[in-house]
């Protein structure tokens, strides 16, 4: 972690700044009057960030969405510096490892971290102005790509996985009525089946789940259980009109 000390007007103040990777933490100790340049590392800024600052935090974030599902999110700088003896690089790690495509959410997410680094490597190399806007270019496709595939992976998620129309949830309960399950087991095994998550209304026990259309429908235990026992005793009425 590099150490960098912040020079001020204040004798009496000092900032430091660590960084690691492209994140970094201000410490600011403060015995003195802050002077309008300081206020910024205090997080009181009006002033809009730029556009490196924008740029990287972005990085942040596709690193926070690789490892929050546990795939590899740090570059390797052998690599980039093109010392084949170095570390795998993130791109080929996640196709190895991972057997991910190129055009799949996480590859793009780790290719647009990639290219950051690389566009950073050569700048820092004496790179011209004109091999910099187009490394500015390919970085900037690559971004778009990256957040349209985010967004469409989110949307198919909530298809996929929340998602559930009315003859969904009937088929649910008139499955579940067939068994010898209480309420509510079968409650619980309700949840799973529609992909729903267990809430409380107002102290009484109840499942939220999504339609088709992404509008949140709520169904209480006790909804739930007065459906279960109406197809149970249709089941019932059923069976004795087939025996006779």
Same mark, same amino acid.
């Given at each position: ?28 100790? #403060? ?27 972005? #990085? ?68 011209? #102005? ?28 909530? #298809? ?85």
């Amino acid at each position: 972690m590099a150490k960098e000390i912040i020079k001020t007007k204040s004798a009496k103040n000092t900032i430091i700044k660590y960084t690691r990777g492209v994140s970094y933490t201000t410490s600011v100790k #403060v015995n003195g009057p802050l002077d309008a340049s300081e206020y910024k590392y205090l997080g009181t800024d009006k002033e809009p960030k730029s556009f490196d600052d924008s740029l990287r935090n972005t #990085v942040i974030i596709f690193m926070r969405i690789l490892k929050g599902n546990g795939y590899p999110y740090r570059p390797s700088y052998r690599i980039a510096s093109n010392n084949k003896t170095g570390n795998e690089s993130l791109i080929p790690k996640l196709k190895r490892v991972f057997s991910l495509e190129p055009l799949d959410t996480f590859y793009v997410c780790a290719e647009f971290i990639q290219m950051y680094h690389l566009m950073k490597l050569r700048k820092s190399k004496g790179a011209s #102005v004109e091999e910099l806007i187009q490394w500015a270019f390919k970085l900037g496709n690559i971004h778009q790509k990256a957040l349209l595939y985010l967004k469409e992976s989110d949307i198919q998620t909530k #298809v996929a996985k929340n998602s559930r129309t009315d003859p969904d949830i009937a088929e649910s309960i008139t499955k579940l009525a067939k068994t010898d399950m209480t309420a509510k087991e079968a409650f619980d095994t309700f949840v799973n089946d529609i992909d729903g998550e267990e809430i409380y209304i107002k102290n009484d026990l109840a499942v939220k789940y999504y339609d088709s259309f992404d509008n949140k429908k709520e169904m209480k235990f006790k909804t739930f259980q007065n459906k279960l026992s109406r197809q149970r005793t249709d089941n019932k009425q059923s069976s004795k009109c087939s025996d006779n």
